[in-house]
Nanobody
Framework: QVQLVESGGGSVQPGGSLRLSCPAS????????MSWYRQAPGKERELMAA????????NYADPAKGRFTISRDNGKNTVYLQMNSLKPDDTAVYYC????????WGQGTQVTVSS
């Protein structure tokens, strides 16, 4: 059974940090482009960061540049998103996605940034 299960979300004050994890099971995620998306209430889901299968290249959306870091450990079939200097505008449900010949989504993890 194919699964992506995000974890690491929670509530944090502005300026704080969180590290999201997304272990994959049921498929060989090391062959897949892995991405993190987010969706805030009333807004469309947006791509935040992506990393190639070998981890040699990454891309970030403007809101993530300089604050978020995507990484992966193919030995653990896991992709991570380190989020620093969090702002209230970062409040959203964060999803990981795997893309190759098929695409898979996780169920999401809530991140709330509030004082």
């Amino acid at each position: 059974q194919v699964q992506l299960v995000e974890s690491g979300g929670g509530s944090v004050q502005p300026g704080g940090s969180l590290r999201l994890s997304c272990p994959a099971s049921g498929f060989c995620s090391s062959r897949y482009l892995m991405s993190w998306y987010r969706q805030a209430p009333g807004k469309e889901r947006e791509l935040m960061a992506a990393i190639t299968s070998a981890g040699s290249s990454t891309n970030y959306a403007d809101p993530a540049k300089g604050r978020f870091t995507i990484s992966r450990d193919n030995g653990k079939n896991t992709v991570y998103l380190q989020m620093n200097s969090l702002k209230p505008d970062d409040t959203a449900v964060y999803y990981c996605k795997a893309d190759w010949y098929s695409s898979y989504w996780g169920q999401g993890t809530q991140v709330t940034v509030s004082s």
